[in-house]
């Protein structure tokens, strides 16, 4: 049996190997690590800065806290459908827990989401319309709580697409319509009030806006929704846990190269 | 001889997609039952696709079966002598050590132990830091076999991976085996050799649609096995000596 410090030597290695793998493939290598999310937000700075003079002074920061955490959801969420797929060669050649394929996903996204936020935050340090205070300690608690989100979500939809293989085109909209109902490019405020009811049940909504509150307007975060969203966290990560430990020796069988 | 492990009328399915909302089930197993005694070697023959790698991917422990039961009467691991395990092209043949050897499962430190060892084996001293892209396909393949070689699981399975590489390391890598199998280990070898049959086994389990045809003392196996080929083949048309 393997023991639980091969687990995690095995995950962080695997991270670290498909980082490597990632960097060494192209010319710039681990550059592109940090060109690409200047790259990312380059674009919509443009776009929103000086094309549109869309959303008043702000709205740039505001646009990028948005779309920086969604990334790291959205990116992670949509590649743990097709995760047990790509290792599919390994799993049938080897026993072990499967889990760990979703899990080094995580680390991966996680590492790239951490450089992307870094220039994030360096770009609101450098911007004279922003103050750095006190409600930025809040976030080391959003990050975590953003984690134990997309871990408990890119765990169970790994554990379930390689059953049904057809959810996966059905994700990939999904998350194009949760993309416009995150409230990325709005105010959740501005939304009409039903919708605004029915956005409460939206994850990533609290969190941007709770990332939004801190970062921007020095203000704390609205704990309990907040609080809700670990809860359910906790429950899709225990479901995903027990799926992958009833068909830990079912998907070495099912899943397709 | 203590026996370790158990196949009670294993059978193994895999549900193949027939259409909208429609699947089939093929049956790779059907019922297979043998023992597996601590310290043999036992030998799995049959023809291609009869079932063979999915029974040692059952002993393995990567599948589970459908039906039947594996009864362990003993504490032990198995696994499959696997070859370039999760090999990263792109990364240097260092780090491919390091990653297939934690896939195998081993430990960090004991592969930083045996790192020399097996670079040596491998006989690729000098490009060890180049990513593995630029090796030719022999080279790969000795890394593969000198990493997998370090992986040392109580039980051995081994599926034809008899011999890799170029002449010179096939005869190496053929020795190395074979020092492995001649010693107390258990192991369960597939292959389509019958020198390696002969030489290596105690015991042989013939397998033919997935189900034992019989078992036996590898000669006498290996005799009946031909037998009935040749009678296909010839009721076949085909060159009985093919």
Not at chain 1, 94 to 109: A, D, E, I, R, T
Request: glycine share 8%; with cysteine.
């Amino acid at each position: 049996m393997r023991t639980l410090s091969n687990c995690v030597e095995l995950i962080f290695h695997k991270a670290y190997a498909e980082l490597r793998a990632e960097a060494t493939r192209a010319y710039l290598g681990f550059l592109w690590w940090f060109v690409e999310p200047i790259l990312y937000m380059a674009v919509f700075y443009v776009i929103f800065e000086s094309g549109l003079k869309r959303g008043g002074a702000g709205f740039v920061p505001f646009l990028l806290c948005g779309l920086v955490t969604w990334k790291w959801f959205a990116s992670t969420v949509a590649a743990g459908s097709g995760v047990l797929g790509v290792n599919a060669a390994v799993m049938q050649q080897v026993y072990l827990p499967k889990v760990v394929f979703p899990l080094v996903l995580v680390v991966v996204n996680t590492f790239k989401f951490s450089v992307a936020l870094g220039f994030l935050l360096l770009f609101l340090v450098l911007d004279p319309r922003n103050t750095i205070t006190a409600s930025w300690l809040a976030l080391p608690a959003l990050i975590a709580i953003q984690l134990l989100l997309i871990a408990s979500i890119t765990i169970l939809v790994a554990a379930i697409v390689p059953f049904v293989p057809d959810l996966k085109l059905l994700l990939d909209n999904f998350l194009m319509l949760m993309f416009f109902l995150s409230g990325i490019f709005f105010r959740f405020q501005e939304m009409s009030a039903g919708m605004q009811q029915v956005l409460h049940f939206n994850p990533m909504l609290l969190l941007i806006e709770a990332y939004r509150a801190a970062l921007l307007d020095d203000k704390s975060p609205h704990w309990m929704p907040l609080l809700a969203v670990v809860g359910a966290s906790i429950l899709l990560l225990i479901g995903g846990m027990l799926m992958f430990r009833k068909y830990d020796r079912i998907y070495p069988k099912i899943v397709i190269r | 001889m203590e026996r370790i492990l158990e196949l009670q009328n294993v059978g193994v399915c895999y549900r193949n997609r027939a259409g909208f909302l429609r699947t089939r089930l093929s049956w790779a197993v059907r019922d297979v039952s043998f023992d597996l005694m601590a310290g043999e070697t036992l030998g799995l023959i049959g023809s291609n696709g009869a079932g063979k790698s999915t029974i040692l991917r059952v002993i393995a422990g990567i599948i589970q079966p459908d039906k039947g039961r594996v009864v362990r009467h003993a504490d032990f691991t198995a696994s499959l002598l696997a070859l370039q395990v999760g090999f990263v092209p792109y990364l240097t043949g260092r780090e491919n050590v390091f990653l297939s050897g934690i896939v195998l499962g081993m430990p960090k430190r004991e592969i930083t132990r045996r790192f020399d060892d097996i670079v040596a084996f491998a006989e690729l001293e000098e490009v060890i830091d180049n990513p593995i892209r630029t090796y030719s396909v022999g080279m790969k393949a000795r890394l593969g076999f000198a990493v997998s070689l370090q992986a040392d699981p109580d039980v051995l399975l081994v599926d034809e991976a008899m011999g890799v590489g170029d002449a010179a390391f096939r005869e190496k890598s053929t020795n190395a085996m074979r020092e492995k199998i001649r010693s107390n280990k258990t192991v369960v070898l597939v292959s389509h050799s019958d020198s390696s049959i002969r030489e290596l086994c105690n015991r042989v389990v013939w397998i033919d649609h997935g189900q034992v045809a019989d078992q036996g003392a590898p000669v006498r196996m290996l005799d009946k096995y031909r037998e009935r080929m040749g009678v296909r083949k010839a009721a076949s048309g085909e060159d009985a000596t093919a």
